[in-house]
């Protein structure tokens, strides 16, 4: 199955990885544990990366309708899933858990709590691809007005529909990758360059210098420096990543065990209803769904559980 793997990187697939564990993590353990090391990046590196990988000069209609097969159609899928889900479980307060699922943002609770992320990175793809023709700089006075917007505002842009107000907010970070994809050629010795963007970023977490980010709550953290430490470990992990990772067997692994995250994004909150111990209920949190994940790749199903196009093999694979 690794032959067919599509022509993708497979550094940027492993700091996806990294990054849905550090998701899952957040989640199985408790906020106090994980917050200050994992909510500064694990989630704002998908923006950075979505910029790293922006294809300039697409309309807006084709963004849209790509991003509607890899991220909305999944959205709804789940959406629908996990609400047969939580009818199983017979909460009494089940019909108001659906209607903030239907609201989604921050407003969304159990177990609807990552849905907000893929509606905003869906409109903050969006929106980016609306201001793309007009001068960089001006784009980047938008972002950057966003992002002082965010710490003023914080739940204003949290807790709207959809969390579509995030996208204001979150711009900021595609422009940060699609920055570092300019200049991606000029960086010398890249892996040192981003061990010590990783380094002094967390010892500015360490000393409490930098609080972290919590964008679903509308928590944006230390102004100007928490979007800066939350930058830099997102790039740090990308430079490094790109100079462990050579094309060849580990790259494909990457790539696939990467196709079917969106799935482990979405399904992994049902485990959180688990009375087991933080660590059971991570394994069980990655594996099931990642598994659920690569099974469904092989089918038609693919694009609607995972966001991706089903993986075909010959009759040999």
Known sequence: MLEAMPNRSGAIDLVRIIAVAAIVAGHAFTREVTADWLYTWHVTVFFVISGYLWKPGRSPGTELRRRWRSLGRPYLVWFVLLTIALLAMGFEDTPSRILGGIYGGGVAGMPYITLWFI???????????????????????????????????????????????????????????????????????PAVIGILLIAVSAALIATGTSSFLDMKQGEFGTPVLSLLVSAAISIGLILLAESIVRPGRFSQLCTLLALPLLTVVLMHPIFLWTPWPGWLTFIAAMLVPLLVGLMALRTPASPWLTGQPAVRTDSGG
């Open 119 to 189: 509606s905003t990175l869906f409109f903050t793809a969006l929106l980016l691809r609306l201001i793309e023709r007009l001068p960089l700089g001006v784009q980047w006075l938008i972002g950057i007005a966003g992002a002082v917007a965010g710490w003023i505002g914080g739940t204003v842009f949290s807790d709207s529909p959809l969390g579509i107000g995030l996208a204001v907010t979150s711009l900021i970070y595609l422009l940060i990758g699609d920055g570092l994809r300019r200049i991606r050629s000029r960086i010398p010795a």
